[in-house]
């Protein structure tokens, strides 16, 4: 399996409170990738970053910012967190001639 | 833009019989296409890809897939289905090869 963390795996939150989730990966792939799953919806693409300080927005990128200091993680920050963000949100490393991407566990964000 | 239509939100099949999990899509060039398996509460698991050459495709855990330009299809299946293989399929095609960047179907859930 590869390796990918991310942390938090469950958080409860309030409305209006900032909230950040991390993606560590151990591979060294150039490319992440921050996911949101929702029923009926699939996974949708929040954002991504394809080096070191180089970030780009998704197709649900509204309300979420993200940053990438180091290679190995990958920060996604809900600023000011709405019940429309509660979901599972999944990190994905990609970085090979094969374009497979591979994900981590998930984590659960409820937000009340 | 690229897009994927995954027609069966539900299919339920008995143990030992034979699957097909539908997958349409929409896409100018020749595709990257995969196949993702979610287990409840996992995170998704690469079952098999198709890049170019011959059009049926081996995967892990017995599936396979046939991807047929004229259809736009990528259609994935199993000849005997085992009670394990009960999960949560996603289509997925490359939307951006330069980022590497994936679109996912909405998903198809597998009852056995």
């Known amino acids: 399996d590869a390796g990918i963390t991310q942390s938090p795996r469950h958080k409860v939150t309030e409305t209006g409170t900032p909230v950040t989730l991390r993606c560590h990966q151990t591979?060294?792939?150039?490319?992440m990738y921050w996911y949101r799953q929702d029923p009926g919806h699939g996974l949708r693409l929040i954002h991504y970053?394809?080096?070191?300080?180089?970030?780009d927005k998704g197709e649900v990128s509204d309300g979420y910012s993200v940053s990438r200091s180091k290679t190995e993680d990958f920060l996604l920050t809900l600023e000011s967190a709405t019940s429309s963000q509660t979901s599972v949100y999944f990190c994905?490393?990609?970085?090979?001639?094969?374009?497979?991407?591979?994900f981590g566990p998930g984590t659960r964000l409820t937000v009340t | 833009a690229q897009s994927v239509t995954q027609p069966d939100i539900h299919i339920t099949v008995s143990e030992g019989a034979s699957l097909e999990l539908r997958c349409n899509y929409s896409?100018?060039?020749?595709?990257?296409l995969f196949w993702y398996v979610q287990s409840p509460g996992q995170g998704l698991q690469l079952l098999l890809k198709?890049?170019?050459?011959?059009?049926l495709v081996q995967g892990i855990k017995g599936f396979e897939a046939e991807f047929k330009r004229s259809q736009s299809s990528f259609n994935l299946r199993k000849p005997s289905v085992h009670w394990s293989d009960a999960a949560e399929y996603f289509c997925?095609?490359?939307?951006?090869?330069?980022?590497?960047?994936?679109?996912f179907g909405t998903g198809t859930r597998l009852l056995v």
């Open positions: 997925a095609v490359i939307s951006d090869g330069g980022f590497q960047k994936l679109v």
């Open positions: 591979e060294n792939h150039r490319y």
């Open positions: 896409y100018g060039a020749t595709p990257y």
């Open positions: 198709y890049f170019s050459g011959d059009t």
């Open positions: 970053s394809y080096g070191v300080k180089d970030t």
């Open positions: 994905a490393i990609s970085g090979g001639r094969s374009y497979e991407q591979y």
